[in-house]
């Protein structure tokens, strides 16, 4: 545990777990495009660039990447670095200077993920949702990670409808060249932090949220999970964190709106 | 041209490409046009907006190709906007009125970009391994002549298939008589290529100027990206984009869009918007 923060669950916020824990998923990144998608992304990305990595660059949500520290910027203080329209920012995916977190309305236990449709018949989708978006070409040119803000068993499914975002599975079949540059990092979700660094590439707890037990997210989790044998807590923000959180990137408190203290 | 000439263009059946993204700078005075209009039938190619769930629920579109259909509804946390669904896109969708292909962003770039250049497809990495090759049983992947990383046997790769339009309608902020336009707002999205797709491009613009006016209108000559080289019509229209963006001249309007979304669940109210809004 980091020097000078708390010892009890009870005095952190469960939004400020998650915005370090994604602030730690760009972690090493150095000068690369995070490209947070949300509200808890964007201002954990944020935090990352405020503190330990200096040297990312980031979206204003539109078509420029700004150095503004604050999550929501005001366009009239965006302080511009680059012009990156839509048609740049393939530019930028293809290369692969790019990590993004993005959503999921599923994914499942090799980190493939869908935002397009629920149902077995893609022609006539029981739910139709956004569409494939940018997912496919994302896990295949660059770092991903997907933030789940409420984690339960239809998210976290045992098989995804549609495949959007590739996972390890499907990454592997391709062969090691065209899967060269494919790497999901983390899932954050509220209730923890999961990785692949198992042998076969299913998705393991990384860490869990302060309070949350193995079986509670076992439950929420709609495929079994791998389980180290001494499961670390989530860490907790440093006072600079915290500070840097209340007074620069969020000081109106959208994070905690948008993840609720556990009852 | 009026915005009726550029509907009495179109035939029932053609591959019309939109420009814009999301509820950003939708030409939607031409919209309105072709509801006012008999063409039916129409396979839409776009980064889809609230057009997609208007003509469809007006029944005007068979056919879709889209990597995403989205309003960009307001974001109440940051004051910004998230995606958010379309609830007349949804309906269509779900009744199984649309035959869709679906593209990653990128590979819905490339096959403009390959239609534009006159090839037959565009090789990427783009959606390896995901389902839009399971969605799409013509998609075909095709083998680099040129040898692999390792020097063995080349890559195999998606070839994206051009996507060829009949006509592309955009709109942007300010043109001259002749077709040669410009954006001022942030991005110029894809309505360039749009255009370069296209066997017949048409523009509408906020407002009219004098060729000699247009870089200063445009504020630089760096955003004088259309050419009347791809457009064959210039529409001035207004307002051109209605609710939704066309800045620096309007914000999307969150409560005329609002009010269509409303009326998804009940045909009557449906029905009576898009009449009123077709005439507007």
């Known amino acids: 545990m980091p020097e000078g923060t708390s010892d009890t669950a009870t005095d952190v916020r469960r939004a400020d777990v998650c915005a370090v824990a994604v602030a730690d998923c760009f972690r090493g990144d150095g000068e690369s495009l995070a490209n947070p998608i949300g509200v808890i992304p964007m201002i954990g990305g944020r935090l990352a660039r405020a503190s330990f990595e200096p040297d990312l660059m980031m979206t204003d949500g539109e078509a420029t990447l700004i150095a503004n520290h604050a999550a929501s910027v005001p366009a009239a203080e965006r302080v511009v670095e680059t012009f990156n329209p839509y048609r740049r920012m393939f530019d930028v995916v293809w290369s692969g200077r790019r990590h993004v977190m993005m959503g999921a309305t599923q994914v499942d236990r090799y980190g493939n993920q869908n935002i397009a449709a629920l149902g077995p018949d893609p022609q006539r989708p029981a739910v139709q949702l956004l569409g494939v978006r940018g997912a496919p070409g994302n896990t295949i040119n660059d770092t991903t990670s997907y933030w789940v803000g409420r984690h339960g068993p239809k998210v976290f499914v045992e098989a995804v409808d549609v495949v959007c975002g590739i996972g390890y599975d499907r990454a592997a079949e391709l062969g090691p060249e065209a899967a060269r540059w494919h790497e999901i990092r983390r899932v954050v979700s509220n209730l923890g932090v999961f990785d692949f660094e198992t042998d076969d590439h299913r998705m393991r707890i990384r860490s869990l949220h302060p309070g949350v037990t193995v079986a509670e997210v076992q439950e929420a989790t709609g495929f079994e999970l791998a389980v180290p044998d001494d499961v670390p807590t989530s860490r907790l923000p440093t006072p600079d964190e915290l500070e840097l959180l209340g007074t620069v990137i969020d000081p109106d408190g959208t994070r905690y709106r948008e993840v609720p203290d556990p009852a | ?280």
């Open chain 2, 1 to 280: 041209m009026t915005p009726d000439e550029v509907a009495g263009r179109l035939r029932s059946g053609m591959t019309v490409g939109i420009g814009g993204w999301g509820s950003r700078r939708k030409p939607m005075a031409l919209i309105k046009a072709i509801l006012r209009s008999d063409v039916t039938d129409l396979h839409v190619v776009t980064y889809g907006g609230p057009e997609v769930g208007i003509l469809a629920a007006a029944g005007r579109m068979s056919r879709l190709t889209f990597p995403f259909v989205s309003p960009d509804v307001p974001n109440p946390m940051t004051g910004g906007s998230v995606p958010g669904l379309d609830p007349h896109f949804r309906a269509a969708r779900q009744a199984g009125l649309l035959t869709c292909t679906e593209l990653d962003e990128g590979m819905l770039l490339l096959g403009l970009q390959a239609a534009a250049w006159r090839v037959p497809f565009l090789p990427t990495r783009v959606g390896l391994g995901s389902d839009v090759l399971r969605l799409d049983p013509g998609l075909r992947t095709v083998r680099s002549p040129y040898p692999g990383p390792d020097g063995g046997e080349g890559e195999e790769l998606v070839a994206q298939p051009a996507i060829a339009l009949d006509a592309a309608l955009v709109h942007v902020n300010v043109g001259d008589e002749r077709g040669n336009a410009a954006f001022t707002g942030p991005d110029l999205y894809f309505d360039d290529l749009f255009l370069e797709a296209a066997a017949e491009g048409f523009v509408s613009v906020e407002r009219v100027v004098a060729t000699e006016d247009l870089v200063a209108e445009a504020g630089d000559v760096t955003r004088l990206r259309i050419s009347r080289l791809f457009t064959t019509g210039v529409v001035e229209a207004p307002g051109g984009s209605d609710f939704t963006d066309c800045v620096p001249d309007r914000d999307r309007d969150d409560e005329a869009q609002s009010r269509w979304f409303a009326t998804a669940k009940d045909p009557d109210a449906r029905a009576a918007f898009l009449e009123e809004w077709a005439r507007a």
